[in-house]
């Protein structure tokens, strides 16, 4: 991924995960391949087009086009959990064997004040029953003063030299949702527990976080905010990115991740995938888009 690519995206309708009066789709996984059919995570609610009310659900599809809605994957914790409020931003892991899920919450009640943490739930069927960590929240805020005090959410896993890096954004206190950064957290098992890095924040921008395994690296698409926004990235060791391409990416998108099945010492990088479609003025919806070089 050397030099400044050409980049194209074109979108399409997602059937069966489409608009639909007033329910809200957002924040797809990434996608993956099991059992013969493709099967995508997503923040759904009636209430709203906030993530910040809602529980995580799941749909899969024989050609990742025409999609078929299975119902709730992740419910909301119990009275006095730390994800009591809403479960959201899903991420799917495929490791050992088994299928990681991870997620955001935020606490209870809800404010914009609020802080936010990632938990993982755990299952041997993508179809579940899925089993939350005893180890949750995996990730939480940091001190006051950090870059990541407010927010810590949009977790996306890359499996790299036998450890799990978990790339989220973070917001630091008394900052907008366009000063998102992004960092990294790594761990010897899909459970955790996730350790920060020290070089956090590992770019200055963005939004939802988008990565996968590209050769020998890892890629980046970042949202366009920030001085780093609005860039596809490249890094070679997983931390130090350096931009390839100024884009316009889709809106939270979650590729299909076919690096989870590989055994290969190289990624194949990501063609298509879901996002979601904030262009109308209707509630949010997932869409397909294709990735083109």
Same mark, same amino acid.
């Given at each position: 991924? %050397?030099?400044?690519?050409?980049?194209?995206?074109?979108?399409?309708?997602?059937?069966?995960?489409? #608009?639909?009066?007033?329910?809200?789709?957002?924040?797809?996984?990434?996608?993956?391949?099991?059992?013969?059919?493709? =099967?995508?995570?997503?923040?759904?609610?009636?209430?709203?087009?906030?993530?910040?009310?809602?529980?995580?659900?799941?749909?899969?599809?024989?050609?990742?086009?025409?999609?078929?809605?299975?119902?709730?994957?992740?419910?909301?914790?119990?009275?006095?959990?730390? %994800? $009591?409020?809403?479960?959201?931003?899903?991420?799917?892991?495929?490791?050992?064997?088994?299928?990681?899920?991870?997620? !955001?919450?935020?606490?209870?009640?809800?404010?914009?004040?609020?802080?936010?943490?990632?938990?993982?739930?755990?299952?041997?069927?993508?179809?579940?029953?899925?089993?939350?960590?005893?180890?949750?929240?995996?990730?939480?805020?940091?001190?006051?003063?950090?870059?990541?005090?407010?927010?810590?959410?949009?977790?996306?896993?890359?499996?790299?030299?036998?450890? #799990?890096?978990? #790339?989220?954004?973070?917001?630091?206190?008394?900052?907008?949702?366009?000063?998102?950064?992004?960092?990294?957290?790594?761990? $010897?098992?899909?459970?955790?527990?996730?350790?920060?890095?020290?070089?956090?924040?590992?770019?200055?921008?963005?939004?939802?976080?988008?990565?996968?395994?590209?050769? !020998?690296?890892?890629?980046?698409?970042?949202?366009?905010?920030?001085?780093?926004?609005?860039?596809?990235? #490249?890094?070679?060791?997983?931390?130090?990115?350096?931009?390839?391409?100024?884009?316009?990416?889709?809106?939270?998108?979650?590729?299909?991740?076919?690096?989870?099945?590989? %055994?290969?010492?190289?990624?194949?990088?990501?063609?298509?995938?879901? =996002?979601?479609?904030?262009?109308?003025?209707?509630?949010?919806?997932?869409?397909?888009?294709?990735?083109?070089?």
């Amino acid at each position: 991924m %050397d030099g400044d690519l050409k980049i194209i995206f074109e979108y399409s309708e997602a059937y069966g995960l489409g #608009y639909e009066p007033g329910i809200t789709r957002r924040d797809p996984s990434c996608i993956i391949l099991a059992g013969g059919q493709f =099967h995508v995570w997503y923040t759904r609610t009636p209430n709203g087009p906030s993530g910040y009310d809602a529980t995580v659900w799941h749909a899969t599809s024989a050609d990742g086009i025409h999609w078929e809605e299975q119902g709730e994957a992740l419910s909301r914790g119990g009275a006095g959990d730390w %994800d $009591e409020q809403s479960v959201f931003t899903p991420n799917i892991l495929v490791a050992e064997g088994r299928y990681f899920l991870f997620y !955001t919450s935020v606490e209870k009640p809800y404010s914009e004040r609020a802080l936010t943490a990632i938990g993982v739930a755990y299952a041997d069927s993508p179809a579940g029953p899925w089993t939350k960590g005893a180890g949750n929240p995996v990730l939480s805020t940091g001190s006051d003063i950090g870059w990541d005090s407010h927010r810590v959410d949009d977790s996306c896993l890359v499996v790299r030299d036998g450890r #799990y890096w978990l #790339y989220y954004k973070g917001r630091q206190k008394g900052l907008s949702p366009r000063e998102t950064r992004m960092g990294l957290a790594v761990a $010897e098992g899909p459970l955790g527990p996730y350790r920060k890095i020290e070089g956090n924040p590992l770019i200055e921008g963005g939004h939802e976080v988008c990565v996968w395994r590209q050769g !020998t690296g890892v890629a980046a698409l970042v949202q366009p905010n920030g001085p780093e926004g609005g860039t596809l990235r #490249y890094s070679e060791d997983g931390i130090h990115f350096r931009r390839c391409a100024v884009v316009r990416p889709p809106q939270a998108p979650g590729p299909y991740r076919a690096d989870f099945l590989e %055994d290969e010492p190289q990624g194949a990088g990501i063609e298509w995938g879901l =996002h979601i479609n904030l262009r109308s003025r209707q509630l949010p919806f997932l869409e397909r888009f294709n990735f083109q070089r």
